[in-house]
């Protein structure tokens, strides 16, 4: 007869496993949403839909936190796998983005230190959104406040975003320090948001990766203002253009508008003002006779990395940047450099917007001033005309 070997640690006086009260209730939370999986939301009545988001916004929130929560206490599970810090055992162990598992360890860490918070994102009163930009404000603003004034920064905070996003809360955190009566507070917070600006101008940063599809993936960190005066130079170029498309009862995707009022805005720059190393807007070096270049099927050189463009695309870009020809022998030796030209002189420009007034394509109106200069190498023969979509593109023609 065998006896029953005595309970160990990690299971119960029957043998079976004990379930730590962690799990326990992420279990039932999984089983509650597997049981209403197949069960649709289309016929809840109108007020239920969004008392039904909001309880699942407080749901994810808890969530969240409990996630932080454990996250904060892995330090001896990233030692134990001989990894860097949590960050890189997180990144290692779950299928998350280095950067990512990084942004919520230390999330996770400050969470700690503002107990507040912790509870309100618990009780699902604050998004994890709303908890990162608090936490960002009340760590900037904490060196100057007392321990007193902090805890009612970090009350008053919580309060507020009952009613305000994380973008509104981010700009109530920079007066924060006058808000709650620190001493020069308003100069105080000018300071901080003097050291702000001054950090995001030395962390700015931009990439742009050829994906070698005929296309680059651009993206940028860059300061706030930055950001703002190139939405409204973008959003220049970008409303004509819807403006015109809606007129012929079609739409665009705003990424998209913006892709192009970037074209057109790079396209619309003065050369005479850009540094000297810089030169041209563009500078296209034309591999082929004027015939190729006329060609559909033609190819063309773009500046001189080796890339290459359509003979279309090199004519759109005849229309703002130099033309420099360039003939080549059969092993790609220069045998002709041509001098650069522009189309159009500023002057030609001028007096072709206004006499045409408009796109001269047959049922386009948009004006002159919105688009693009083209096809032609004379006042006589030249016009304005739209963009992609708007116009057909006319062929540029190349000087010597």
Known sequence: MTSTPPPTPGTGDAGD????PLHAAVGVVRTALAEVRTVQPLFLPVE???????????AKAQLEELELRVLATCGDAAAATGARDIGAWLSATLPVEGRTARAVTRLAVAVEGWPQVAEALAEGRLTLDQ??????ALDAAAPMMTTDQAADAEALMITEAQRLDPGRLRILGKRLLALVGAEDGAAADAALLAAAEKSADKRARLWMRPRGDGMTRI???VPDATAHRLRVCLEAFAQPRRTAYEADGKRLPYPKLLADALRDLLERIDPAVLPHHGGDATTVFVTM???????ELATAGLGLDGDTITASQARRLACTAGIIPVVLGGESEILDLGRKSRLHTPIMRKAMRLRDRQCRA????????????????GVGRAGSRAGPGRARQGAAGVSR
């Open 289 to 295: 006779s004027l015939d190729q270049l006329r060609d």
């Open 219 to 221: 993206e940028a960190l």
């Open 131 to 136: 908890a990162r930009v608090i936490i960002t």
């Open 17 to 20: 496993p004990v379930v730590h």
């Open 362 to 377: 047959e049922g386009c109106d948009v004006p002159a001033s919105w688009w693009l200069l083209g096809f032609g190498t």
């Open 48 to 58: 239920a839909k969004g008392d039904l988001l909001a309880e699942l916004a407080a």
